[in-house]
């Protein structure tokens, strides 16, 4: 059984920062590209930062120079570190893994952590 297990969000004022983590058991393995992923009231899951097993890393632009994410292998585990918060940062953020395999993505979701920024 695969399990995502998120921790670390919370309430933050603006400017601060907040460091997600997602612990990944099961069958997930390092071959995993693993990624935050964030939602908002009223608006689609949008990709915020993901990192492959080599460490190659893809962030979206709202959040380049400011959210940094990393993964240790060892631990199954991968972070997000988030500095320099807005209120528009405010959402539930998942974790996810997903691998290609035979040309089918399987895909792992967490149960999301709510970030919330707001003095």
């Known amino acids: 059984q695969v399990q995502l297990v998120e921790s670390g969000g919370g309430l933050v004022q603006p400017g601060g920062s907040l460091r997600l983590s997602c612990a990944a058991s099961?069958?997930?393995?390092?071959?995993?590209?693993m990624g935050w992923y964030r939602q908002a009231p009223g608006t689609q899951r949008e990709l915020v930062a993901s990192?492959?097993?080599?460490?190659?890393?893809n962030d979206a632009v709202s959040v380049k120079g400011r959210f940094t994410i990393s993964r240790d292998n060892a631990k199954n585990t991968v972070y997000l570190q988030m500095d320099s918060l807005k209120p528009e940062d405010t959402a539930v953020y998942y974790c996810?893994?997903?691998?290609?395999?035979?040309?089918?993505?399987?895909?792992?979701w967490g149960q999301g952590t709510q970030v919330t920024v707001s003095s």
């Open positions: 996810n893994a997903f691998r290609i395999v035979f040309g089918t993505r399987i895909n792992y």
């Open positions: 990192i492959t097993s080599g460490g190659m890393t």
């Open positions: 099961g069958s997930i393995d390092r071959f995993y590209t």
